[in-house]
């Protein structure tokens, strides 16, 4: 036929690798669209370029005049660069990006044009952000945002069709300075983790303090699909997955046969991206090899949060803009395919500073191994005492296919230790390391116990949360999800472990001669009370399924509906409020906006589900009714009776999808619920479970109906591209 998919099956086979200049050496490309610590200690004098390297490395504020002389200088270096545009740039509680565009060239009185940018205009944005979900702020600051620059996260050259902008990360907050934004939190908790750290590392003796950071590396997982295909699937352009697609016949096991090398276009793609991602400073590493076909990886080396985070954002830009360059469509969807595997994003997580080194890292000294474990420790009671909250930090209509389902990581948050140290810490919860104590002096043998080789085929894939030898992984966070939310998170239940601990701490101290033991005792504790979120088994189980919830007293949280109301919790309230990193206020609007975002992803993929069976599904289904009808009643005319078997089968399936069309439809617009919670309940369940039941029958046609009838490129298509 010539309808779009018979034409894109035939337009593939022609499809060519883009052309691309020969990638140019590192050294060269490096960096050199960002005006980082580097640039302007050539274009800055001693004096400011000091203030600014203390900003950059502390988050202390800057002084107007500096700010005056760096926007002067960061004006200068763009502009000698082809830059005519500067932009604050954002990212809305949405994980979205956001972009205000404004010009260097202002008018004068005059007439004349003149270039302009000053300290403030460097610092405040012009108020904008009315199409931005603030919640209930909305009532009280007539959704009014403001963005700020924040100087701790370098400002860039951003190359488009319409020429190059000066990119200026900056943060976004309402009239009155509440965050509407995923930075803003995540600034804070770094600075709560900061002085709760302090605290335990001043106790332990620690005495030259630099400020503590928190690092991320994310590894970033993406389907690509040819846009010749793409373009007739309006649900994987509109919703970013598929809402019908029968499996394949072989499942993912095929892509042995099929994929074992990466199409050349696909490495002129990524070679094409790391070129981009390189001059932007953003040091990434693409990974060939994913489990499904048409899946791929890229990993960016680990930064501090708040760079790393706002180079995530970028990345996940740059993926989707050069794939279509490319001719791919790029999903970041969590799960764009059925009984394919899906795309998360693990973060890497790690806390510490330029005087005490990486806190999560073992370390070869016993005293150093103490302050490792208090670490480690800290945040096994944070994962333990506020599960819901990462589970909700990480919770959306698209990731609940991944965590809900019978998908990894499951939806109970757990920490995976190793076996080395999951046996320590159980050591340390049964006192028994207090029996190898020798003549008065505890010998912990610490350094030898520590003494880990990362081994990678050796960790526990299944658990959401993994120690791996010198960080935490949490693996249960979405591909397409901001990076930010989790380590909001990750940094304020540590923020308020690390308080704990240092209360415990200092009583324990004052009570013993001896460091270890005082450690070991608040440890104890600390194990008696959170020990039981320790897993090391098989986290896909029915059996931990099961023994979570029964034995251990853990949450099993299958779905957003489920997930986002701890954020209403008093004991979440009271976290955020006396780390300082969110006002009850500004949480409450964080639901509001998490909630709204949720119902809105399950009504546009109902009315897409609607419409695609109404108008694709449903006419290819009759057209082969008819042709089979008219084969039968032919065939009856010369005396033949065909077995109607089929023409039955498909009738009666037809039949049965659009009755469930119907009854979909007439539920989509319902929306007089008491609470937000109810009304995402009922998408969880009701409208989920009626799109889920059309696409039963759909998928039942789509083995049935001719190929030459079937509208959507299939499975098979979308996976397989050359
Ligand atoms: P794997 O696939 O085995 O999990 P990768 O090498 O793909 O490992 O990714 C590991 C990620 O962890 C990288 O982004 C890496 O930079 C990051 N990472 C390494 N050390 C740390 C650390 N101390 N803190 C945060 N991230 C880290
Ligand atoms: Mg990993």
Redesign the pocket.
């Known amino acids: 036929g010539n309808q779009p998919r018979m034409l894109a099956i035939a337009e593939i086979n022609n499809r060519e690798p883009m052309p691309v200049d020969m990638p140019e050496a590192l050294s060269k490309i490096w960096a050199t669209d960002v005006f980082n610590l580097a640039t302007m200690e050539e274009a800055l004098s001693k004096n400011a370029f000091k203030a600014m390297k203390n900003t950059v490395q502390t988050g202390a504020a800057l002084d107007p005049g500096t700010a005056d002389v760096v926007a002067a200088a960061m004006k200068d270096w763009a502009i000698s660069k082809g830059v005519k545009f500067f932009s604050h740039i954002f990212y809305p509680m949405t994980n979205a990006t956001a972009e205000k565009h404004d010009g260097f060239i202002i008018t004068n009185s005059d007439g004349g044009a003149i270039t302009e940018f000053t300290g403030s205009l460097l610092i405040k944005g012009e108020p904008d952000g009315s199409s931005f979900p603030n919640g209930s702020l909305r009532m009280t600051n007539a959704a009014r945002g403001y963005t700020a620059w924040d100087p701790t996260s370098p400002a860039y050259i951003m190359h488009t069709d319409n020429g190059a902008t000066l990119m200026i990360p900056s943060v976004f907050m309402s009239w009155t300075g509440e965050a509407l934004d995923k930075k803003i939190p995540l600034l804070r908790s770094n600075a709560a983790m900061d002085k709760s750290a302090r605290k335990v590392l001043s106790l332990m003796g620690e005495t030259d303090i630099a400020t503590l950071n928190s690092?991320?590396?994310?590894?970033q997982e993406y389907f690509l699909v040819d846009e010749n295909f793409a373009s007739s699937r309006p649900d994987l352009l509109l919703a970013g997955r598929s809402l019908f697609g029968a499996p394949p016949a072989k499942g993912q096991e095929f892509d042995d046969h099929y994929f074992g090398a990466i199409p050349e276009r696909v490495q002129v793609f990524m070679q094409d991206l790391e070129d981009k991602l390189y001059r932007l400073g953003i040091p990434a590493k693409t990974?060939h090899n994913e489990v499904a076909p048409g899946q791929f990886e890229i990993?960016?080396?680990?930064e501090s949060a708040n760079v790393a985070s706002d180079h995530q954002q970028m990345l996940m830009t740059l993926l989707k803009l050069t794939a279509k360059k490319h001719g791919f469509l790029c999903l970041l969807h969590e799960k764009p395919f059925a009984g394919v595997n899906g795309s998360g994003k693990?973060v890497?997580?790690?806390v510490g500073n330029s005087t005490q080194g990486?806190l999560?890292d073992p370390g070869s000294t016993p005293d150093k191994n103490l302050i490792f474990l208090l670490f480690c420790g800290a945040v096994i009671r944070g994962v333990h005492a506020y599960g819901p909250l990462l589970r909700a930090a990480i919770a959306s209509a698209a990731n609940d296919h991944r965590l809900g389902a019978n998908e990894a990581p499951p939806a109970i948050l757990s920490v995976y230790l190793g076996d080395q140290l999951e046996k320590l810490f159980m050591d340390i919860k049964e006192g028994k390391l207090n029996e190898t104590a020798k003549g008065g002096e505890m010998d912990l043998g610490l350094t030898q116990i520590l003494k880990f080789e990362r081994d990678?085929g050796d960790r526990n894939r299944t658990s959401p949360f993994a120690f791996?030898g010198?960080?935490f992984?949490f693996r249960a966070v979405g591909s397409s999800q901001s990076v930010s939310g989790p380590l909001v998170a990750m940094n304020t239940m540590l923020a308020d472990s690390l308080d704990w601990i240092a209360e415990k701490l200092e009583a324990s101290l004052a009570a013993s001669s001896n460091q270890t033991e005082a450690v070991i005792k608040v440890l104890q504790e600390l194990m008696q009370q959170h020990g039981n979120v320790v897993f090391g088994g098989d986290g896909y189980s029915p059996e931990w399924h099961r023994m979570a919830v029964e034995e251990r007293g853990l949450k099993n949280i299958p779905t957003t509906a489920d997930a986002l109301p701890a954020l209403l919790e008093a004991d979440v309230i009271e976290l955020f409020k006396k780390t300082g990193v969110l006002t009850p206020v500004e949480l409450a609007s964080r639901y509001e906006v998490y909630a709204e975002q949720y119902i809105l992803a399950i009504e546009v993929e109902a009315k897409l589900v609607v419409d695609m069976a109404k108008t694709l599904i449903y006419p290819a289904a009759m057209s082969y009714l008819s042709d089979l009808s008219s084969a039968i009643s032919g065939a009856r005319e010369v005396g033949v009776e065909l077995d109607a078997t089929v023409v039955n089968k498909v009738a009666a399936e037809t039949g049965a999808m659009m009755k469930a069309v119907e009854e979909l439809s007439s539920l989509i617009g319902k929306h007089d619920f008491d609470t937000t919670e109810d009304h995402m309940k009922f998408c969880a369940d009701t409208i989920r479970g009626l799109m889920d039941e059309v696409r039963e029958h759909a998928d039942y046609l789509e083995l049935e109906v001719s190929d030459e009838l079937w509208p959507l490129p299939k499975y098979r298509e979308l996976l397989f591209f050359r």
Request: glycine share 4%.
């Open positions: 690092s991320c590396g994310a590894e990974h990993a960016p080396y680990f693990h890497n997580w790690s990486n999560l990678p791996t010198n960080r992984e």
